[in-house]
């Protein structure tokens, strides 16, 4: 599996994670709404985080069983575990280094109604 890094905009918050990255996931819920997030799925076991775990805060609502990640210098959302499957992440596709996000297909998922 290809390993990718990624980071927030101020550079305070680094990781790393191995995964195959065929498709982009954007959710209507109302969180992803506001935050226009578009994801890609990561097994929770290969994030690593490189630099900045202190800077990390996190964010939660609804049942509380998702965490939000996303950095407290920049405000940039990193990535989440996921509420109905927690041991993935779903990661901030334009956080990740070099990746050309216009040649991966989207995919729309309903989390509203989830
Ligand atoms: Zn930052």
């Keep these: 599996m290809p ?3 990624a ?3 101020c550079g305070a918050v680094k990781f790393a ?3 195959q990255i065929d498709e ?8 992803c709404t506001k935050r226009r997030a578009v994801m890609v799925s990561v097994p929770r ?3 690593q985080i490189l630099e900045g775990h202190s800077a990390l805060s996190s964010y939660r609502w609804n049942t509380g069983q998702a965490h939000h990640h ?3 210098t920049c405000g940039i959302y990193t990535f989440h575990q996921r509420r109905i499957d927690p041991a993935m992440y779903s990661v901030n596709a334009f956080c990740i280094d070099g990746l050309d996000v ?3 297909p989207l995919r729309h998922v309903d989390g509203r109604s989830r």
């Design 102 to 104: 216009s040649a991966i």
């Design 17 to 19: 994670f191995d995964a």
């Design 7 to 9: 980071s927030c905009h």
């Design 24 to 31: 982009l996931v954007i959710c209507n819920c109302s969180l």
């Design 3 to 5: 390993r990718y890094t």
């Design 70 to 72: 996303f950095c407290s």
């Design 45 to 47: 076991d290969s994030l």
